[in-house]
């Protein structure tokens, strides 16, 4: 099969168990079916910043990409952007096996290592904190979501 995209084609990356392959331009990441070429998604994208790398999840769950800015996780087959970490010059990356961590290698000649699902997140913020926020502070961080407390061992502050 011929799979074309408006672009000049930077990455291809099959899914883990050749179910899809993932393709790149400066518009987009398309994610086809390599046995009829059917299209499965669309992920547009900034025309001027493209994307520099991709990467299915261990699982096939997920798609990952950098622009020039950032890294960002979406969901297959839905397209739903589940994760952005803010970080430029990044020329490589790679989920881990667990797929609880992303790496990531770039022009600064360092390979970063970060968490990207938000439940991760915070199960690693509340082992290193004190308390809850306040009420203030989750007005100041959070908005007008009602406030709940974010970690439930914790003790929640009045202050």
Do not use: H
């Not at 493209?50 to 297959?76: C, H, L, Q, T, Y």
């Not at 397209?79 to 022009?107: H, M, Y």
């Amino acid at each position: 099969y011929k799979l074309t995209m408006a672009g000049r084609i930077s990455r291809v990356a099959f899914s883990p168990d050749g179910k899809w392959i993932a393709s790149t331009d400066n518009a987009s990441i398309r994610i086809w079916n390599p046995e009829n070429g059917n299209e499965l998604l669309n992920i547009p994208l900034n025309p001027f910043t493209g994307i520099s790398s991709v990467a299915f999840s261990p699982d096939g769950k997920w798609i990952m990409g950098n622009d020039e800015n950032s890294i960002r996780v979406w969901e297959i087959p839905t397209g739903r952007e589940i994760s952005r970490i803010t970080r430029s010059q990044i020329n490589s990356l790679v989920f881990s096996p667990d797929e609880k961590w992303i790496a990531s290698g770039g022009n600064d000649n360092a390979v970063r290592i970060w968490l990207w699902r938000s439940e991760d997140l915070i199960a690693e913020a509340c082992l290193r904190l004190p308390r809850n926020l306040t009420n203030e502070e989750w007005e100041q961080y959070i908005g007008d979501e009602p406030y709940k407390p974010t970690c439930p061992n914790l003790p929640i502050s009045t202050n």
